[in-house]
């Protein structure tokens, strides 16, 4: 594997910080490609950096022509549905707009081989739990819209050009490396499990609950959490996939069970000691009551399966490192 090179295109975030970190340890050489809008240089463990957009089209016709790339990964979306809602242009600039330049030079550079990371938000509002590929894709914002365009999009590249992809629809990525050393950073923190351990930290004074009365237990909305390395893992299956000579596919990836917010709140507390105050606030307008993915698809067909399937275990993860960012 270390004559294969991989180009990861938001190395610099979350997830992507957690995909280089496992190609290297698989042994694949990294490229990380990101324009650190949203990511940060430090997270990257190594590999080469370029600091640069994915819709640069001499900075990739420079990148592909220079480096032997065998794959690409694509994690260099942006992600917030309510900024979305209120500037869809950015959006459909970088996720679609972009992404297609990206795909561009691929095909003239004769590399054909992608992995997507998409998302369980091109589903909409769901019509059945748990949600299946065969869903219908019917996205309630600008975000989810993008992703499921550029899935279309790769679609017909693979028609046209024989472009062979992967795309991977996360449900909630959650959690930490093991090590402590990487984990999830945003400059504007929208995700519960991290704004619930800011409040544990310290660095906020409460933890809001949207919504109390939904047709859920205890009222509150229910999500399906899966840990950032099982998504890694799954995004490392899929490109010996591919490497393989694999088809195109898609693939949820979740964990097949649900935790209401009130239920990741009292996991938080058990793990942090801390009282982790909550208020209620009003529903947010487009937040379905149920989402639970069926992963069923790829641990047939790639044989995947998560590790951390327990949320407490998960939660333990993302405290370590949360804690340390807390207390540098």
Do not use: Q
Not at 19 to 32: A, H, P, Q, R
């Amino acid at each position: 594997m270390k004559n294969e090179k991989i180009l990861v295109v938001g190395g610099a975030g979350y997830i992507g910080s957690h995909m280089v970190k496992d190609l290297l340890d698989t042994d694949y050489g990294v490229i990380t490609l990101d324009d650190l809008s949203t990511g940060h240089r430090d997270l990257v463990p190594g590999g080469e950096f370029i600091e640069g957009g994915l819709g640069d089209r001499v900075l990739l016709d420079n990148l592909f022509s220079t480096h032997p790339i065998s794959a690409v990964m694509h994690f260099a979306a942006f992600s917030l549905v309510g900024e979305s809602v209120e500037n869809p242009l950015k959006y459909y600039r970088n996720n679609m707009a972009a992404t297609a330049e990206l795909l561009d030079s691929m095909i003239r550079h004769n590399v054909k081989r992608f992995i997507f990371s998409s998302t369980a938000a091109v589903y909409g509002e769901p019509v059945e739990i748990p949600i299946t590929e065969d869903h219908p894709c019917d996205p309630t914002n600008p975000y989810g819209a993008s992703k499921i365009a550029v899935e279309r999009m790769l679609k017909d590249c693979d028609s046209a050009y024989g472009l062979k992809y992967i795309s991977l629809r996360y449900f909630n990525a959650s959690g930490a490396d093991e090590s402590g050393n990487i984990g999830e950073r945003h400059h504007n923190e929208t995700h519960l499990i991290p704004l619930i351990l800011e409040v544990a930290t310290g660095r906020r004074e409460n933890i809001k609950i949207f919504g109390t009365n939904y047709p859920t237990p205890d009222g509150t909305c229910i999500r399906d959490y899966i840990h950032v390395s099982d998504l890694t893992r799954a995004h490392l299956l899929a490109l010996e996939t591919l490497m393989s000579g694999g088809d195109s596919s898609v693939y949820n990836l979740g964990n097949n069970r649900g935790y209401s917010v009130r239920e990741v709140i009292e996991l938080a507390r058990k793990v942090t000691g801390k009282p982790i105050p909550a208020i209620e606030a009003d529903k947010r307008p487009g937040d379905p009551a149920v989402l639970i993915a069926s992963s069923d698809k790829i641990k047939e067909a790639l044989g995947w399966k998560p590790k951390y399937e327990d949320l407490e275990t998960i939660i333990k993860t993302a405290w370590v490192w949360h804690w340390k960012e807390a207390n540098i």
